[in-house]
């Protein structure tokens, strides 16, 4: 009866009870990122964003020829709009951001050294 009254989720994949309570908490994968007219992904063998519990992500990537990182921040998730909001430190500057999770996906668009960073996140 429970499951009825959560209409976030689906029944055939409820899986654990995280699942089911924040379905949101998931690693997501970027699979597209631009600054400006360059690609991003090109200078990346990753970038991953993953909601490790319900207030804590942590970003990672590794440059290709380069070591992975991994840095952490917190977030908060309105269940009623689906927005995620985090602040996260990234080239001394500090980049506050919300955007809408729909069907595990999410994009980052934020203007940065005067060009426009935008990075769209796939759940994996």
């Known amino acids: 009866m429970l499951l009825t009254l959560l209409p976030a989720c689906e029944i055939k994949n409820a899986g654990?009870?995280?699942s089911?309570?924040?379905p949101y908490i998931a690693q997501y994968e970027c699979v597209e990122a631009t600054l400006g007219d360059e690609d991003l992904l090109k200078k990346y063998d990753y970038i991953t964003i993953?909601?490790?519990d319900k207030d804590t992500l942590e970003l990672s990537y590794k440059p290709v020829d380069g070591e992975a990182k991994k840095?952490?921040?917190k977030y908060q998730f309105d269940c009623n709009s689906r927005t995620l909001?985090?602040?996260i430190g990234l080239l001394g500057h500090n980049i506050k951001q919300s955007t809408v999770i729909e069907k595990g996906r999410f994009?980052?668009?934020k203007s940065f050294c005067g060009k426009q960073l935008i990075m769209k996140f796939k759940a994996v």
């Open 16 to 18: 654990p009870l995280k």
């Open 20 to 22: 089911i309570t924040h």
């Open 50 to 52: 993953t909601l490790q």
């Open 71 to 73: 840095i952490k921040s």
């Open 85 to 87: 909001t985090a602040e």
């Open 107 to 109: 994009t980052v668009s």
